[in-house]
């Protein structure tokens, strides 16, 4: 059972130099999930996906497809099909919207695939090809989001990480960012792990959460039983 | 199907034509003003000398200021890459050519290699010395700690310069040019002329622009490049290996630092010194030309050799002494107008 899994984090700790923000996280993603993680701010949400991509300092075990990630190199992670859309979106400003989607599809070796997909997220988010040969700097902070999911995805990941996609967006915009995801999961079946402040967004397409408190787990469950945990109401759904 | 694969040729062209109308935009009116002061002063400047010293005269000064302009904008260009692959302005970069420059002599003049076979093997050792120097001493530090190696750097600039000298001393050597050099190797237009050795020269320097240009724009190495000068964090998270791409720009600026040494040193005379006063004003070109803009590297050396020659030859209080001064002079006029540079890029950022 555990073999199948697309991720598998178990006893995992990680931080920042001195500071350990993690102290004891177990988590996983079955093929074809999308899974939330809920928490305060300084829970450790988005050190979670910096640990498993190994941009921090890791203790314990991070297993993607069965193999084990800790102690290798990001682009290694990478490689090993997980793509993660940083905090602040992580676009390269300077570069136009193609190249970036080129960019995306780097450890890639299927040159006409690529162009195929470059076309498919295109058709998926139009106004990204009517702004193809624009630098990504330009982009308004929406566009800029989708960007960095389709660049993202350009690399055929079997697991997505999304680090608050609806930061700094307006209401309605992440509304309809948040409808791309469930779409792009159902459709492609692209397997996801959602850190967002926003619970009633993430709920809408979840399959199952975490609650992250002070580094730990301290609640999980599907997204149904979820929704109706009174302390997850109270702190995360505003009811 | 095959009326889908029409349907993409078509969209492909129409690819071509709008990336084309984008460009023009982008080049838009805010340039073109700059451009046009330039030429406005440009004009006012020619007619003046013309009037002053005949217009056989003023085409001679202009050819000589081209001939220094190119030589800056060979180093400029070597400057330009190690500053796009790693963010860093690296001071080793003109004593690095200098050895690379010796080693070429060596080769030529020692071991009989042919001037065009030394220089292709000089540049190909400067690129895995470079490569080395940058594993052993830059990568140990994070990229992004650019004040720690930028000292490294330095460190390199007076540990090659001590090499050099203890190697091979401090008398000047004369260094063969690659070109016809000939009492009547010269081209004669209006009545001025042009030495086949810069002409050699010039063509040499275009030529690795547009190699280089080439090299980023359109292979995958060159996308990395762009992406890690771009957002390096970014960079690792789609999984390139960033030591490789700056090992690369490394090599790749050691390689083209030492053809450009091997074009200069001809005219001047070879020593451990000989670039010091070379990368001054490559650095002063790649910063009016932008620091990451390859084609502005080469306009801005072209512009600082020609004001050099022009200042220094019709300016009597200004002579050779202060004829560089003053093109310095111009450098920061221009810088504070635009202080991206000429052609840098700006950068846009919406949040």
């Known amino acids: 059972m555990t073999d199948g899994r697309v991720l598998d984090v178990q006893g995992l700790q990680a931080g920042y130099g001195q500071v350990t923000v993690l102290r004891d996280v177990g988590l996983y993603v079955d093929p074809g999930e999308v899974v939330v993680v809920l928490g305060a701010n300084g829970a450790g949400k988005t050190t979670t996906l910096r640990a498993i991509c190994q941009s921090v300092w890791t203790k314990g075990s991070i297993r993607v497809t069965g193999r084990e990630m800790r102690g290798k190199d990001t682009a290694d992670v990478v490689r090993a099909g997980v793509a993660h859309v940083p905090q602040g979106r992580g676009t390269f400003n300077d570069l136009t919207v193609l190249d970036n989607l080129e960019v995306g599809a780097y450890v890639r070796r299927d040159r006409k695939n690529v162009n195929a997909d470059i076309e498919l997220w295109f058709s998926i988010f139009p106004r990204l090809e009517q702004r193809k040969y624009q630098r990504a700097g330009s982009l308004s902070g929406g566009e800029q989001q989708m960007l960095a999911v389709a660049r993202a995805l350009m690399s055929r990941p079997k697991l997505l990480l999304l680090d608050e996609p609806s930061l700094g967006l307006a209401p309605l915009i992440s509304q309809d960012l948040f409808r791309h995801f469930g779409a792009i999961n159902r459709e492609q079946g692209v397997t996801m792990l959602v850190v967002e402040q926003n619970a009633n967004l993430a709920f809408a397409i979840a399959h199952r959460a975490y609650v992250l408190e002070a580094g730990m787990v301290s609640t999980s469950g599907s997204a149904a039983e979820l929704r109706e945990d009174d302390a997850v109401r109270r702190a995360y759904l505003g009811v | ?351």
Request: aromatic content about 10%.
């Open chain 2, 1 to 351: 199907m095959s009326g889908g694969s029409t349907k993409t040729q078509v969209k492909a062209a129409n690819g071509g034509l709008e990336r084309g109308m984008v460009a023009l935009r982008n080049v838009g009116a805010r340039r073109m003003q700059t451009f046009g002061g330039l030429l406005a002063v440009l004009v006012v400047f020619s007619v003046w000398a013309v009037i002053d010293g005949g217009s056989k005269l003023l085409l001679q000064r202009t050819f000589d200021g081209l001939n220094n302009g190119f030589i800056y904008s060979a180093m400029a260009l070597s400057l330009v890459l190690i500053y796009r692959s790693t963010g860093i302005i690296n001071f080793a970069q003109g004593n690095m050519a200098m050895f690379g420059t010796f080693i070429a002599y060596v080769l030529i003049v020692e071991q009989g290699l042919s001037v065009v076979a030394g220089v292709i093997v000089a540049m190909v050792i400067s690129a895995i010395g470079a490569a080395v120097i940058e594993r052993l001493f830059v990568w140990p530090f994070d990229p992004k700690n650019h004040l720690a190696i930028t000292i490294v750097t330095l460190s390199w600039y007076l540990i090659i310069a001590a090499l050099a000298g203890i190697i091979w001393a401090f008398d000047p050597r004369a260094f063969p040019s690659p070109f016809p050099t000939g009492a009547n190797d010269y081209v004669s237009i209006g009545g001025a002329r042009i030495r086949y050795a810069s002409l050699g020269i010039w063509a040499t320097v275009l030529l690795t622009l547009v190699l280089v240009t080439q090299l980023l724009r359109r292979t995958k190495i060159g996308l990395a490049f762009r992406a890690v000068s771009s957002n390096l964090d970014s960079g690792r998270l789609v999984g390139i290996r960033i030591g490789r791409v700056v090992q690369l720009g490394w090599a790749l600026s050691a390689a083209v630092g030492t053809l450009a040494g091997c074009l200069i040193a001809p005219s001047l005379l070879l020593d451990p010194n000989f670039m010091s006063k070379v990368l001054i004003y490559s650095f002063a070109a790649a910063t009016l030309g932008g620091l990451d803009s390859l084609g502005g590297a080469v306009i801005g050396g072209l512009i600082i050799g020609l004001v050099q020659t022009m200042s220094g030859g019709y300016f009597k209080i200004i002579g050779s002494e202060f004829s560089l001064a003053s093109a310095l002079a111009v450098i920061i006029v221009i810088l504070l107008v635009k202080p991206s540079g000429l052609f840098g890029s700006r950068r846009v950022e919406r949040v």
